[in-house]
T-cell receptor
Framework: DAGVIQSPRHEVTEMGQEVTLRCKPISGHNSLFWYRQTMMRGLELLIYFNNNVPIDDSGMPEDRFSAKMPNASFSTLKIQPSEPRDSAVYFC??????????FGPGTRLTVL | QQPVQSPQAVILREGEDAVINCSSSKALYSVHWYRQKHGEAPVFLMILLKGGEQKGHEKISASFNEKKQQSSLYLTASQLSYSGTYFCGTDSGGGADGLTFGKGTHLIIQP
């Protein structure tokens, strides 16, 4: 079975540009999570969806961040405008109703 | 609030045992354990649920003390492949919620 798929794997952009990260969860999983990992702050939850509905976005840093899940097989995380402090590895994870979360390979974002 | 993991780092010889602890200030519904190798994604190891149910890796065991809001991960007869950073993630919301992760425990296994 294919695991969680994320694209792109690496993104380098300049400050002020829009960045869109994409995620395809494992088929049959009904929950999807976006996490961010940095050396300073560790692994942080940004937002999660249950059955395509956003449940908790309290971890989203500010209005520059937005996430959508238009259907059960696709989600996006958008940063507009991007800033250097947004540089991090962004992970998408999905889980079945039994709760264990499976992480995608991550997108390494560098904002110059 | 972020759970506290201890120790921060461990160096072992192959074949030795290790215990990693995770403590929360909030009542917990579940505790999840993950291992992450450098440059890779976290990999699911085990989930421990309120009420005693456990699911996960055959060769790894863990405990969950609901009253003390603590969990421990037991690595026995460690192998070189066990090296990595171990994270506990806690869920206080009742299931299917996002996790709050600890800062991680770095484990190095030497031959």
């Amino acid at each position: 079975d294919a695991g969680v798929i994320q694209s792109p794997r690496h993104e380098v952009t300049e400050m002020g540009q829009e960045v869109t990260l994409r995620c395809k969860p494992i088929s049959g999983h009904n929950s999807l999570f976006w996490y961010r990992q940095t050396m300073m702050r560790g692994l942080e939850l940004l937002i999660y969806f249950n059955n395509n509905v956003p449940i908790d976005d309290s971890g989203m840093p500010e209005d520059r961040f937005s996430a959508k899940m238009p259907n059960a097989s696709f989600s996006t995380l958008k940063i507009q405008p991007s800033e250097p402090r947004d540089s991090a590895v962004y992970f998408c994870a999905s889980s079945p109703p039994s709760n264990e979360q499976f992480f995608g390979p991550g997108t390494r974002l560098t904002v110059l | 609030q972020q759970p506290v993991q201890s120790p921060q780092a461990v160096i072992l010889r192959e074949g030795e045992d290790a215990v990693i602890n995770c403590s929360s200030s909030k009542a917990l519904y579940s505790v999840h354990w993950y291992r992450q190798k450098h440059g890779e994604a976290p990999v699911f190891l085990m989930i421990l649920l309120k009420g005693g149910e456990q699911k996960g890796h055959e060769k790894i065991s863990a405990s969950f003390n609901e009253k003390k809001q603590q969990s421990s991960l037991y690595l026995t007869a460690s192998q070189l492949s066990y090296s990595g950073t171990y994270f506990c993630g806690t869920d206080s919301g009742g299931g299917a919620d996002g996790l709050t992760f600890g800062k991680g425990t770095h484990l190095i296994i030497q031959p």
